[in-house]
């Protein structure tokens, strides 16, 4: 019986083989170039798992940006971005499917790891990719051809220490560190170096990893006198940990990086919570100019909550992708080498404005330079800190 | 007292774990298998619950009872569509199945609630007490859980041991066959533990989220296998090992944390458990199994 | 001529047929493959997925010999695999500064990471002498979190000077032409891909070797001796707890070359990759494929890893079909109707289509 069982699999098998390759096989000989109408974005996030909400924050962020170009009837965008599940053994495979699908730029991927995993397979390859959101300095050090759009991890990490030395926010901090996350850890280490520069003292760092991120021990910080608590990390444990020093009546100053975007935003929250927080962020969705208000009401209307950095992060890399293109005189039946060839040249000379960022421009290593901004919740709205 | 207030917060931790536990150990006790489902069925409680205080605004009692209900059913479901097919089949089958109806949940979830974190509201907060001058103050949150956790341990070895149904369900997982024969319904045996164990997971799922608020849909993975660690380690299928098992790996995680390291607080927690099954192989309350050629 | 007839018949005999037959697949899934590179008609999708396939294959033929020979449930073969993942990347960074050339780099890499991940096991075997079912499951899930734990915690260099470790922080202090292998929480960076479709064929082939004469020599009868009833096979002589170490110790030493395998082939992989789900997905691969059917394993690991790429076109959807899928095939493999009609239309198929000779 089993081995009827093992034929009928591996039928089965052959079947979704077949599949998978006539899939592939039908763009096959455009895996290098794509001679069609519309030039092809390819690119990677978590859209299932724990980390999902950042994947599709870009990927909704991105498509806002695809469809608004794709209606000033120029040049035309196709945009596909799979689920990597962030997993790097996974964002292979995506990046693989990509190369079928006959990508001609890249968004790279949402998060770091998988990022890390595929940034020399572009480089060989010779695709133009700008991760929105993977902050790891690492990333763009595997080539030239791959840029970012977000903050690198020590630029949050030094700008937090400074702004918190220059307004006297208090001496005293303590850490909440995510171990096993490389965003979290490296914000954190440029932090305690900035913050020895400028005269704050950290005393006292707690690391947990995702598998005990329930339990906060608020208390530690509280008996080491802690006047600020800096949270390098995501808002969901952000949430958790304002929480915990709250409900033992401890009421430190509470800073945060970019990941914080997106706190106020989850269903049932108690603004209050988090009056008086700093945090860093490109992108506020409460910013009066129209882009800004535009973006966030088709954001809204298609997820049905207000965007958050990721997502102007994944609307600004097609729209800085598609001034380069524009710019270089790119046409669609270009092959990749060609649009490629175009989005180098033109990105030492870019000036992009946009969601995250005025007067943007990009260095020879690939990394954005933008000023990271800081700003507070005053009742319950983001107010820019001066 | 710095250590009091840490060992408190380490009860709080394990009364969840412990209630969890207790579903993991009464299935396996009748059904003998590891439902990897049990974690997920949290998380629905936990949305349900959401749902009830935040949009509906039910009041506490009423949001609670009502993600009982949708636990409860969804056990029963799950006991029903997925489980009871394989009651001849191998261990094996059973646990891949479980894991399977684990990544369903989790992805439905995601589907139908998005991936965006949800706060769940305040619900227990009535200040605090100060015991020794003020020193240690403890919140009445933390009593509640503490004294659910304890009410239902109690009720639920009262129910097994006094009651009819109960002593339907200890001979269920003494030998399925002879009781059977005894003219004892299995399958509502089963359904039955199916139900309690959900209805403890909707009662776990609103304490764990009163305490550390963020509903996403994999909340239940982790407290899951925690939970599933704490019964082994008090001895799976003992109601008080669950209990014993649940505070033990509460308090040693918060502890390990605090005065140890919190960069290896989990090598340490499952250090302990391999230890302890080292001395004892069947868990702190297991019972001796002798085989028989 | 007559003995090559003699040699055919020997190795389709009943005895050798399904060594044979799990062999024949794998060669010739591996003709058929390097056939469809060469002449390019293949997708670079499918490409992606070889390597990463041929090291679930082979730990889960390693778990399958745990499982389906000693009839111990492990949950914990992510952590071999992590074991064998981490020391091959040092391993394969260290030697490449002695050696040039790739595939000796690679098997000294492999060798490293088994023999690394073997250690693991036989200090985890101490503890599984003393437990059954349940409770070893549980130890070895613990000890796959513990592994894991640890590594996300390690920093390893390589300098001019050797190698320098160091736990928690990296205060490796290397000199400048030092290279940082294992990050912490950032996890390995290779330098250097270096494994190939090939080197996971031969491993497969090589696993399959073992594990067939293992378990077809007199010390293969012993385990399953062991497995049948433990308590018969002590009081014929057979040592219980040795065999159960051998085979632990054998299982986790393949394992840790399916990680060597798997981490060579990425450029870089994170510690939080080999997690508690990892475990699982492999118990998945074993278990649908039929439990000491090492051909059904390959056939099994094969689909299931190609099922959710094939998916991919479903997207919102795609996980949800998986979870549905693998609930039907349980449930159809262990459903009596099912099976009774299917064995029905085999017995059928089988008169139309008469064998010519019987055996």
């Known amino acids: 019986m089993k081995k009827l069982l093992v034929v009928l699999l591996s039928v089965l098998c052959v079947l979704s083989l077949a599949g998978c390759s006539g899939g592939g096989s039908g763009d096959d000989n455009t895996g290098t170039g794509d001679g069609g109408t519309v030039v092809k974005i390819g690119g990677s996030g978590p859209l299932t798992g724990p980390a999902a909400q950042y994947g599709i924050a870009v990927k909704t962020g991105a498509e806002i940006a695809v469809e608004e170009i794709n209606a000033l009837g120029g040049l035309q965008f196709e945009l596909n971005i799979l689920d990597d599940e962030h997993d790097g053994e996974k964002a292979v495979n995506c990046y693989a499917q990509l190369t079928d699908w006959g990508m001609d730029v890249s968004m790279l991927c949402v998060t770091t790891g998988p990022s890390l995993a595929v940034a020399d397979m572009y480089q060989e390859d010779g695709v133009f990719a700008m991760t929105p959101s993977g902050s790891s300095p690492d990333i763009i050090a595997k080539g030239d051809h791959i840029f970012r759009m977000c903050f690198a991890d020590p630029e949050q990490g030094v700008a937090a220490a400074d702004y918190m030395a220059e307004k006297g926010l208090g001496t005293k901090v303590f850490i909440f560190t995510k171990s096993d996350d490389e965003y979290s850890t490296g914000v954190a280490a440029s932090f305690k170096n900035e913050a020895a520069a400028k005269g704050l003292e950290v005393v006292g760092e707690y690391l947990f990893t995702s598998d005990n991120a329930t339990d906060f021990p608020a208390a530690q910080a509280q008996e080491a006198g802690a006047e600020i608590v800096f949270l390098p990390l995501y808002y969901e444990d952000d949430t958790k940990i304002i929480k915990a020093c709250q409900d033992l009546g401890y009421n430190p100053v509470f800073f945060g990086v970019d990941g914080f975007d997106g706190a106020l935003e989850q269903e049932g929250v108690d603004v209050a919570m988090f009056e008086g927080v700093y945090y860093l962020t490109p992108f506020a969705y409460s910013a009066p100019d129209e882009a800004t208000q535009s973006f966030t009401a088709k954001f809204n209307a298609k997820l049905g909550n207000n965007p958050n950095q990721f997502a102007a992060d994944g609307y600004d890399v097609v729209y800085a992708i598609y001034n380069a293109l524009t710019a270089g005189g790119a046409t669609a039946d270009m092959t990749t080498e060609e649009l490629n060839a175009i989005m180098m040249e033109q990105f030492k000379t870019l000036n992009y404005s946009g969601l995250t960022g005025e007067g943007m421009t990009w260095d020879a290593s690939g990394a954005v330079v933008k000023a990271p901004l800081v700003f507070r919740i005053e009742s319950g709205a983001l107010v820019a800190a001066d | ?293 | 001529m007559k003995k090559i007839t003699e040699m055919l018949k020997k190795v389709f005999s009943k005895k050798y047929r399904q060594r044979t037959v799990s062999y024949l697949i794998v060669v010739l899934a591996y003709l058929i493959i390097e056939t469809a590179i060469k002449t390019g008609s293949i997708s670079n999708t499918i490409k992606s997925l070889l390597v990463p396939t041929c090291s679930y294959i082979v730990a889960a033929l390693a778990l399958n010999l745990l499982i389906g020979y000693l009839g111990d449930l492990c949950l914990g073969q992510a952590g071999f695999m992590a074991v064998g993942a981490f020391f091959g990347a040092v391993a394969s960074v260290f030697f490449s500064r002695f050696i040039s050339g790739d595939v000796p780099v690679l098997i000294l890499a492999i060798i490293v990471g088994g023999i690394a991940a073997g250690l693991c096991g036989a200090l985890i075997g101490i503890p599984v002498l003393k437990l059954q079912g349940d409770y070893l499951a549980i130890v070895t899930l613990a000890f796959c979190q513990i592994i894991k734990t640890l590594l996300l915690n390690l920093y390893v260099g390589i300098d001019s000077k050797g190698l320098h470790f160091s736990f928690i922080t990296d205060n490796t202090n290397m000199d400048p032409d030092g290279i940082l292998v294992i990050k912490g929480a950032i996890g390995a960076n290779v330098t250097k891909k270096l494994s190939s479709f090939t080197a996971g064929i031969l491993l497969i082939l090589f696993a399959l070797f073992i594990i067939h004469n293992l378990i077809n020599s007199k010390h293969g009868r012993a385990i399953q001796a062991c497995r049948d009833n433990k308590i018969a096979a002590s009081s014929v002589g057979i040592s219980v707890s040795r065999y159960k170490l051998l085979v632990f110790v054998i299982s986790a030493v393949l394992t840790g070359m399916a990680g060597t395998l798997y981490g060579l082939g990425f450029s870089s992989f994170k510690a939080s990759k080999f997690d508690f789900n990892l475990s699982i997905l492999i118990l998945v691969y074993v278990v649908l494929g039929g439990l000491g059917n090492m051909t059904g394993t390959i056939i099994s690991t094969t689909l299931l890893l190609v099922i959710p790429e094939a998916l991919r076109a479903f997207n919102d959807y795609r996980m949800i079909i998986y979870s549905i899928v693998l609930i039907a095939v349980m449930l159809i493999s262990n459903n009596a109707m099912i099976m009774y009609y299917l064995k029905q239309f085999k017995d059928h198929l089988k008169k139309m289509f008469p064998k010519r000779r019987t055996e």
Not at chain 2, 7 to 26: N, P, V
Not at chain 2, 42 to 64: D, E, N, Q
Not at chain 2, 235 to 256: D, N
């Open chain 2, 1 to 293: 007292m710095k250590f009091l207030s840490y060992l408190i917060s380490g009860i709080r931790l394990g009364s969840i774990y412990a209630i969890i536990a207790l579903g993991y150990t009464m299935v396996y006790g009748i059904a003998k298998m590891l439902n990897f489902a049990h974690g997920d069925v949290i998380m629905i409680g936990a949305y349900v619950a959401f749902f009830a205080l935040y949009r509906a605004g039910f009041p506490l009692v009423a949001a609670l009872l009502a993600s009982v209900a949708v636990c409860t059913i969804l056990g029963i479901t799950i006991e029903k569509l997925a489980y009871k097919p394989l009651r001849s089949a191998t261990s094996l089958a059973v646990l891949i199945t479980a894991i399977g109806v684990s990544y369903f949940l989790q992805n439905a979830a995601l589907l139908l609630w998005g991936s965006t974190s949800k706060i769940f509201p305040t619900i227990l907060d009535y200040g605090f007490i100060e015991l020794f001058g003020g020193e240690l103050k403890i919140s009445y949150q933390i009593l509640i859980t503490i004294a659910t956790c304890i009410v239902i341990m109690v009720c639920l070895t009262l129910f097994v041991n006094k009651t009819r149904m109960g002593k339907a369900m200890r001979a269920c997982s003494e030998d399925k066959d002879a009781a059977r024969l005894m003219g004892i319904n299995v399958n509502s045996v089963i359904s039955l533990t199916f139900a309690i164990g959900s209805g403890l997971a909707a009662v776990a799922s609103v304490l764990l989220c009163a305490t550390y608020p963020t509903v996403t849909p994999t909340l239940g993975s982790m407290p899951g296998i925690k939970a599933f660690t704490a019964a082994v380690l008090g001895g799976i299928g003992s109601i008080p090992g669950a209990f014993l098992g649940g505070l033990l790996l509460g308090i040693i995680e918060v502890i390990a944390k605090v005065y140890i390291s919190s960069e290896l607080t989990d090598a340490i927690v499952f250090s302990v458990l391999v230890l302890v099954l080292l001395f004892k192989p069947t868990g702190l309350l297991g019972r001796k199994t002798s085989e028989k050629v």
